[in-house]
C-alpha cells in the first residue's frame, strides 16, 4: 500500500508540472451530481492554427466534453470531443472567426450540464504554437491525477518541517520561477564552493529549510546555522517543463524514470517530469531532513493512512 501511495504521489505531481497551468480551483458536487465545469476561458488570438480552451478542475469528473458554435446558442452546439486534462486545443476553428465554447463534466454514470460559453477565435498568419507537451505511455493525463497534482503541488505537509511545498519556490506570477531569488536578498545566498558568503561565487539560489534530523531535531549547519538553508542553484521556470527530455541544471532528472525505493524501470523514456519530481522532497535542503527517503514522504504526504 506505500509504494501505491509514493507512486500516486509521483505521477501526480508529474502531471500537474507538465500542465504548465497555475494552480486553479477544483470544484465540487451538489445533490450527488457533477457541477459544471466554471472558469471556462476560450483564447482570443494567441494561435493561429487553433484556439485553446481551458477551465477549473470539477471534483470526480474523469472527462470533460468540449462543445462548439458561432453563435451563443447551446442546444445548437457541435461536440468536439473529450479529454481527460482541464485544457482542449480546437485545431478545426476558423481564422479570424469567433466561436462560443462550452464545457460538459462527465464520468461513468454521470454528466454535469454545460458550462458558461466563452468566446474565442484563431488568429490569422503563420506563427505555429507549440502543441501540449507530450505524456509518456505509461503514466497518462487523466482528470484525477492533474486534480491530485495541483493539491499536491501547494502541499507544506509533503516537506519535512511542513512548512515548504513545490510552490514555495515556483510562483507563477513569477514564471514559474523563484521571486525570492534576488541579488542583493543575504535570505537567498548561497556561499558557493568555498563556503565563505561575500566574495565572487557566491550563489543566489532558493529558500529551503533548516537542517535537521529525521527526528525532528535541528541540527547545525556550516553556512546556515540553524537558519533556512539556500540552494546551490536558482530554482527553474515550470514554463515548458513538459517539452525537454531532461530537467534540473545539469540534466539529471532524464526520460528514464526509476522507482526510488527499488531502482526498477517504471517508465523507459519520457520520463523527465517524474524523474524530476523524485528530487526536492528527499533534497535535505530543499524540502527534506537528512536521510529522508520516499517512505517518508509517503507517510507524511498522506497522513491519514
Not at 507563477?172 to 520561477?177: E, L, V
Request: charge should be neutral; proline fraction near 5%.
Amino acid at each position: 500500500m506505500r509504494l501505491v501511495k509514493l507512486l500516486l504521489l509521483l505521477v501526480s505531481l508529474s502531471v500537474v508540472i507538465g500542465q504548465l497551468l497555475p494552480s486553479s480551483a477544483v470544484s465540487g458536487q451538489s445533490g450527488g451530481q457533477l457541477s459544471a465545469p466554471t472558469g471556462v476561458t476560450a483564447s482570443d488570438g494567441a494561435y493561429s492554427n487553433k484556439v485553446g480552451i481551458s477551465w477549473d478542475v470539477i471534483r470526480n469528473a474523469t472527462a470533460y466534453q468540449v462543445f462548439r458554435n458561432t453563435s451563443n446558442d447551446a442546444a445548437s452546439a457541435l461536440s468536439l470531443g473529450t479529454t481527460a486534462a482541464a485544457s482542449f486545443f480546437d485545431a478545426s476553428a476558423g481564422a479570424g472567426q469567433s466561436y462560443y465554447y462550452w464545457v460538459r463534466a462527465e464520468n461513468g454514470s454521470a454528466a454535469s450540464s454545460l458550462s458558461a460559453p466563452d468566446q474565442g477565435s484563431r488568429a490569422s498568419g503563420t506563427t505555429v504554437a507549440l502543441n501540449p507537451p507530450p505524456a509518456p505511455a505509461g503514466n497518462p493525463v487523466t482528470a484525477a491525477k492533474a486534480a491530485l497534482g495541483k493539491v499536491l503541488f501547494w502541499d507544506e505537509q509533503l516537506s519535512s518541517m511542513r512548512t515548504v511545498a513545490c510552490g514555495t519556490c515556483h510562483h507563477a506570477f513569477n514564471g514559474g520561477s523563484d521571486p525570492r531569488s534576488m541579488n542583493g536578498n543575504s535570505r537567498s545566498t548561497h556561499p558557493g564552493v568555498d563556503g565563505v558568503f561575500g566574495n565572487a561565487d557566491d550563489i543566489q539560489g532558493s529558500i529551503g529549510v533548516p537542517l535537521s534530523l529525521a527526528n525532528g531535531n535541528y541540527a547545525w549547519s556550516a553556512a546556515f546555522g540553524i537558519r533556512e538553508q539556500v540552494t546551490g542553484r536558482r530554482g527553474m521556470s515550470y514554463v515548458n517543463a513538459g517539452y525537454p527530455g531532461s530537467l534540473f541544471w545539469d540534466g539529471r532528472a532524464t526520460q528514464v524514470f526509476k522507482d526510488p525505493l527499488t531502482s526498477a524501470v517504471v517508465l523507459a523514456n519520457g520520463g523527465a517530469l517524474e524523474s524530476q519530481v523524485l528530487g526536492p522532497p528527499v533534497n535535505s535542503a530543499e524540502m527534506g531532513h537528512t536521510g529522508r527517503d520516499w517512505n517518508d514522504v509517503a507517510a507524511r504526504g498522506w497522513p491519514r493512512g
